[in-house]
């Protein structure tokens, strides 16, 4: 009687996964690397990664808390390892120094230029590629902006375009005066970083079990509440971190205490005399990926603390990058650059 | 995606995400592989959310080419199921209302009996309650693929010792349900 298995098939499929609820925390990481996209309407990037040359590395032992302890197998090896010693805190610092001592600009507008390819081998047309230079233009005042871009489109479908111009409403990134109204004491500003990082996990839980709790009631019988990731303090503040230096108009004063925040966060590494996707020198920042299994590497440049490359890796082949090629201030918003 | 797209993507999470997840531990057959496959779900429809026109469409079809794409990747053989084990948890005939946990190993061990493309027929099929043509269009195949491939997926399914216990176990429960109603 096949009609009755395949409605009993049906029943069991529904019976053997009705206590399975989505975890909250996928939705707000999924939102969390699209705010980054979000400020620029990006397309999502690839690029050869450089990361690979590494002459000075170092990284901070889970559980030290950020001070330096000693390692037996410990100082300056000669090529690709990371020295189990304080090389990453010296190179924040000195990302540290470097951004405290480089001013912003005066300007209303930050005009920030990128190259950005993606390849997605998985998408729904098979393998898709998206290629080509895009400009922001974001109000500082408002948070809102313009993004223009040059990008191609490449898949099985042909070469569907994209628009050329984006508008981004007020509020999209943070205006300067949000940025500016972070603590730049490192201590404070960790404790304001994980502050943030926790809010959205309380809201992201409180969510699940509301969900629970009407599921339970649908079903008339109990339920197990789904676990979140565990994250550690560090894991949040690296991630929160990464994602703040990623913005282009932070103070001297944040940015380098930024630095000094990653300074003091176990298992940051920090690579130096590392190469950019456009071959600039640049110092490498990382941290193992949290429990989602996704990595966040930024590039930044030694001489100004400024950050040049920001890429996120995540599980399978899904991988982004930003190049950052040019960052400036006007007044005016600038026509687009890549019409006709 | 602006502020607006991103509410509406979390609406549509809200309302679809715990399918989602279910499609994807039934597509992987396997709870963690599942968590996995709906995390990348939501980041490539998040990724296109400003230009996907059937969101439930986009992401069924981006799950199963990231089943697809995993499966071939970690060339899982089939032969490394446990069926006894999960069997010998416990007669599912004992129980008329088996539970999610009782039933889930069986169900999943089972499912990974069949290959990841009978797998998505049979779960979008019966578990989606997708049409024959739904499925076809979904996965890029012909409706005649879809029905003979769910059939053959379920013959095969009727001959896993585990399953077989747990389709008599139910089989009576709904016989007996279907005479009392």
Known sequence: MPDIDEDILRQLMARATEDLFAPRAAVAQALRRQRRHRARVRVTAVAGTAAAAGLAAGVLLPGTGGGARPSSSGTASSGTGHVQLTAAQRELFSLSAAAAATPRPDGRYVVLTEQTTSIDSGGPSGATRETGPKTSVIDTITGGGVTYQGITVTNANGTPTLPSVLQAANGTSPTRAQLDAMPTGPAALRSALLAQARRQIAQAQQSVEQKVRAEEKQLGKKLATPSQPRLSDDDLVFGQAADMLWQPDLSPALRSALYKVLAATPGVRAQTGVADSSGRPATLISRPADSGGYTVNTYEDPVTGATRESSWAGPGRSFDEDLYLHIGYTDTIPPNPYKG | ?181
Do not use: C
């Open chain 2, 1 to 181: 995606m602006d502020r607006k797209q991103e509410r509406a993507f979390e609406e549509f999470v809200a309302q679809s995400g715990d399918v989602l997840l279910r499609l994807a531990t039934l597509l992987t057959s396997d709870q963690g592989l599942g968590e996995d496959a709906y995390q990348e779900t939501l980041h490539r429809l998040a990724a296109r959310w400003s230009r996907v026109d059937n969101p439930q469409a986009f992401s069924r079809r981006v799950m199963h080419n990231i089943v697809i794409d995993r499966a071939r990747a970690r060339q899982r053989r089939p032969a490394e199921i446990r069926l006894v084990d999960a069997h010998d948890d416990g007669d599912p005939r004992a129980a008329d209302t088996t539970s999610a946990v009782e039933v889930r190993p069986v169900l999943l061990a089972a499912l990974r009996t069949l290959t990841p493309q009978q797998r998505a027929i049979v779960v979008l099929r019966y578990f989606d309650d997708r049409s024959e043509n739904e499925v076809a269009e979904l996965l890029g195949v012909s409706p005649g693929t879809v029905k003979s491939t769910a059939s053959r997926a379920m013959a095969h399914l009727r001959q896993q010792p585990g399953i077989s216990g747990l389709l008599a176990a139910t089989d009576s429960t709904m016989k007996r349900k279907v005479r009392y109603a």
